[in-house]
């Protein structure tokens, strides 16, 4: 059973960072680029950040560039969102996404999300 589970969401004063987590299993994670995605209240799903199969390219939105770093270890296997100098802009649910680039499985999988809330 494919499946991405996210954790370490909460709430943090501005200026604070949280680590978020993406757990796959059932499927060859290193098969797979990962992306983060967030999406606040009312509005649509954005992207974050990107990071290749191996972790040897990575790629930010600009409001999140210099303050967030993705990172994976394919042998854990885990996706992670270091998130510093949060805003209260960055409040949003993230969520974790897979897209399969080689070998079998299948072709995309999607976390339930973590809560990120930014606030005083």
């Known amino acids: 059973q494919v499946q991405l589970v996210e954790s370490g969401g909460g709430l943090v004063q501005p200026g604070g960072s949280l680590r978020l987590s993406c757990v796959a299993s059932?499927?060859?994670?290193?098969?797979?680029?990962m992306r983060w995605y967030r999406q606040a209240p009312g509005q649509e799903r954005l992207q974050v950040a990107f990071?290749?199969?191996?972790?040897?390219?990575?790629v930010y939105a600009d409001s999140v560039k210099g303050r967030f770093i993705i990172s994976r270890d394919n042998t854990k296997p885990t996706m992670y969102l270091q998130m510093n100098d949060l805003k209260p802009e960055d409040t949003a649910v993230y969520f974790c996404?897979?897209?399969?680039?080689?070998?079998?499985?299948?072709?995309?999988?999607w976390g339930q999300g973590t809560q990120v809330t930014v606030s005083s």
């Open positions: 990071i290749s199969r191996l972790g040897l390219t990575t």
């Open positions: 059932g499927f060859t994670f290193s098969n797979y680029q």
């Open positions: 996404s897979a897209e399969r680039v080689r070998g079998s499985g299948p072709e995309y999988a």
